[in-house]
């Protein structure tokens, strides 16, 4: 998380004008509430990796955009809008400063060199299970609404870990309303051993909130005319 708040301090939280500048460009990106019984916490990924049911933060942030903003070929078929979102995370600017950081501390020519680490290779990805992205995520489940990847630490443990997490990326057309809502979905957890605390302190969590919503309105950027 160090690469977070190093992120916001220096580019979004300088002063108050930045600060209400930051609060206008994000006014459309909600956190809504969640639920208990969120589909993402009975997943194969979650009840695997956090075997204790160790204590949670967790959080969604959603978007809407009217489709008459969005590219068409976008909405032609099925799952194309979620993958362009996707690619958008990874690939866009709201990214660019933890991948250029990963980047130099883990990308090598062994073990990580089949992982996604170029900004083209990032916006090209359709995201299927398995993709490996900068060492430190990887798509664990993708429908044609929702991608799924596991964080927290290098897709190359595969076991239970300390810190551990999901995030989920989706996208849903609701032509009744006209609209397209994106949604950036996290849970956080400590794998192993028995926590009795949230893994995020509330300022961490505030920096992680705020790191969210940069990555909502840059990866629109690769949806939208």
């Avoid at 004008?17 to 916490?41: E, H, M, Q």
């Avoid at 309105?217 to 005319?225: F, H, K, P, Q, S």
């Amino acid at each position: 998380m160090g690469v977070i708040r190093s992120l916001l301090n220096t580019a979004v939280l300088g002063s108050a004008g930045a600060a209400g500048g930051w609060a206008f460009w994000t006014r459309n990106s909600k956190f809504i509430p969640v639920s208990s019984s969120d589909p993402i916490l009975n997943s194969a990924a979650y009840l695997r990796n956090n075997p204790n049911r160790n204590p949670l933060t967790h959080d969604l942030c959603i978007r809407k955009v009217p489709l008459s903003k969005i590219k068409p070929h976008l909405l032609e078929k099925e799952g194309q809008l979620t993958e362009a979102f996707c690619a958008g995370v990874w690939g866009g600017l709201g990214y660019a400063y933890q991948r250029s950081y990963l980047e130099k501390k883990y990308k090598n020519d062994t073990t990580t060199a089949h992982q996604l680490w170029l900004r083209d290779e990032l916006k090209a990805s359709k995201y299927d299970v398995g993709t490996e992205i900068t060492d430190h995520f990887q798509v664990v489940s993708k429908t044609p609404d929702a991608i799924v990847v596991r964080c927290g630490d290098s897709p190359l443990k595969t076991g239970v870990r300390e810190s551990d997490g999901l995030f989920e990326i989706s996208a849903a057309i609701n032509r009744e309303e006209g609209v397209a809502e994106f949604g950036l979905r996290s849970v956080f957890y400590k794998g192993l051993g028995t926590a009795t605390e949230k893994p995020m302190p509330p300022h961490v969590e505030f920096a992680h909130r705020l790191y969210t919503k940069l990555w909502m309105e840059t990866a629109i950027r690769n949806v939208v005319l």
